[in-house]
């Protein structure tokens, strides 16, 4: 683990914090964060990276984050208002596991990682990286949207270069309830609406950027009556770069 200028990290107890400018984590393994009725549960992920723009542009590099658990979006990890990448990495077995109890709205998720700016301003970049068995459940009342059970991105830019991406879910539960991005999900472009697969899209709107990469059996499900999309990804708006190898998509459900 290397940090610099006071960031803040420390390997034992619940939820860590970074916030500094230059800050990054280098071969990190946390593990069984979270397992309900253990001291270690979390209410929102295990590791929050918050206002970072690391010198060496690595957030997380050859890390491993394993069976961890919240109950609020980003089972192992939070990035706010953050930009860099993510390498070389392994995120398993997390969840979101959320009880709504009234009928305000909701929108929760990233089993693994939720990505979110307050303006626009996150440019996440992860690549070789690897996800499965991640997961997203949502519960109770309301409308309630639930989304990417391995990522979730909010009003910003999500680079995916060579992820791979294996049955990963979300699962709603109840009435007026949606699944959305099975494996990635991408929400908060104010400037589109609906669901669009185009080749282009400018980069200061918040979309999903797909670079090569392989997504199989993932799934986003709905148990009860109203809707679900994308069972592998989804977004205002997903741009395939020109030139590359598109993703391979297998046996992805909706």
């Known amino acids: 683990i290397s940090t610099q200028a006071g960031a803040l990290f420390a390997i034992n107890g619940t939820r860590k914090e970074a916030n500094t400018t230059a800050f990054s984590i280098d071969n990190f393994i946390a593990k069984n964060n979270g397992n309900a009725g253990d001291v270690l549960f979390a209410t929102e992920g295990v590791l929050e990276i918050s206002n970072v723009n690391p010198t060496d542009g690595n957030l997380l590099k050859n890390c491993q984050f394993v069976n961890n658990e919240s109950v609020s979006s980003g089972g192992a990890v939070i990035i706010k208002d953050s930009s860099g990448k993510i390498e070389n990495s392994l995120f ?18 990233g089993g693994a990682i939720y990505i979110t700016s307050q303006s626009y301003t996150c440019n996440v970049d992860i ?24 990522v979730l991105a909010n009003k910003s830019l999500l680079t995916l270069t060579d ?35 185009i080749t282009q899209c400018q980069h200061s709107t918040p979309c999903v950027v797909i670079n090569g990469g392989h997504y199989e059996s993932n799934s986003a499900v ?17 741009k395939i770069l020109s030139g590359s190898a598109s993703a391979g998509c297998d046996s992805n459900n909706i």
């Open 163 to 197: 992820v791979y991406a294996k049955n990963n879910k979300v699962i709603t539960n109840g009435e007026n309830q949606t699944a959305k991005g099975g494996a990635v999900c991408s929400y908060g472009n104010t400037q589109t609406t609906g669901v669009q697969y």
């Open 222 to 238: 709905v148990v009860g009556d109203t809707y679900s999309y994308g069972g592998a990804i989804w977004g205002d708006c997903v």
């Open 127 to 150: 690549s070789k990286t690897t996800f499965v068995d991640n997961i997203v459940n949502l519960d109770g009342i309301g409308e309630c949207v639930a989304g990417g059970g391995a």
């Open 92 to 109: 398993s077995g997390n969840s979101v596991r959320v009880t709504k109890n009234d009928n305000s709205t909701t929108y929760v998720g």
